[in-house]
T-cell receptor, first 113, second 113 residues
Framework: AQSVTQPDIHITVSEGASLELRCNYS??????LFWYVQSPGQGLQLLLK??????LVQGIKGFEAEFKRSQSSFNLRKPSVHWSDAAEYFC???????????FGTGTSLTVIP | KAGVTQTPRYLIKTRGQQVTLSCSPI?????VSWYQQTPGQGLQFLFE???????NKGNFPGRFSGRQFSNSRSEMNVSTLELGDSALYLC????????????FGPGTRLTVL
């Protein structure tokens, strides 16, 4: 069965520091992988997605993620965090049948000045 | 282009009542998915509709149901509400059957007393 694990429930980083949010997935075939961000009171916004090809994916707001098949991971990174990046981040894997997605439980990011 | 809209934004109900939530997808989007978001559980997939047909269904009891109209607008209904149904219900729309980006609405916050 498909599943997504985000091992870090909450992360605190200083503004300007680098960031890495972890995501591990379980899926029997080539996965379709996504990272979404949710600001308080808002819906989810797509940061980036991986379908195939280059394993390093660039997204919006300066985020990138690297697909590592051998580790079943799709970690999200940003070299320098801004205070506006404080939000909840969700990793998701897409199933082959239709548009069914499996989300992780999310990582809450706090940015301190 | 207008985004995904959900109505109402907030709802308060009591146990045993039923509730109907509405979602209007982005114009041209034919797929609508529903998710339940609760703290610690992340987003859990409820169901997905495409061209008025339920194509996928998550692991929720039969009290949760939905439908889609010919204009792609969708509704979900929860009957015999329980305290545990308190959650943020998110709707997402996308273009078609293959993997397109899902665009999320702001959600409906349901509180069951």
């Amino acid at each position: 069965a498909q599943s997504v694990t985000q091992p870090d429930i909450h992360i605190t980083v200083s503004e300007g520091a680098s960031l890495e949010l972890r995501c591990n997935y379980s899926y029997g075939a080539t996965p379709y992988l996504f990272w979404y961000v949710q600001s308080p009171g808002q819906g989810l916004q797509l940061l980036l997605k991986y379908f195939s090809g280059d394993t390093l994916v660039q997204g919006i707001k300066g985020f990138e993620a690297e697909f590592k098949r051998s580790q079943s991971s799709f970690n999200l990174r940003k070299p320098s965090v801004h205070w506006s990046d404080a939000a909840e981040y969700f990793c998701a894997v897409g199933a082959l049948t239709g548009n069914q997605f499996y989300f992780g439980t999310g990582t809450s990011l706090t940015v301190i000045p | 282009k207008a985004g995904v809209t959900q109505t109402p934004r907030y709802l308060i109900k009591t146990r045993g009542q039923q509730v109907t939530l509405s979602c209007s997808p982005i114009s041209g989007h034919r797929s609508v998915s529903w998710y339940q978001q609760t703290p610690g559980q992340g987003l859990q997939f409820l169901f997905e509709y495409f061209s008025e047909t339920q194509r996928n269904k998550g692991n929720f009891p039969g009290r949760f149901s939905g439908r889609q109209f010919s204009n792609s607008r969708s509704e979900m209904n929860v009957s015999t509400l329980e305290l545990g149904d308190s959650a943020l219900y998110l709707c997402a729309s996308s273009l078609a059957q293959i993997y397109n980006e899902q665009f999320f609405g702001p959600g409906t916050r349901l509180t069951v007393l």
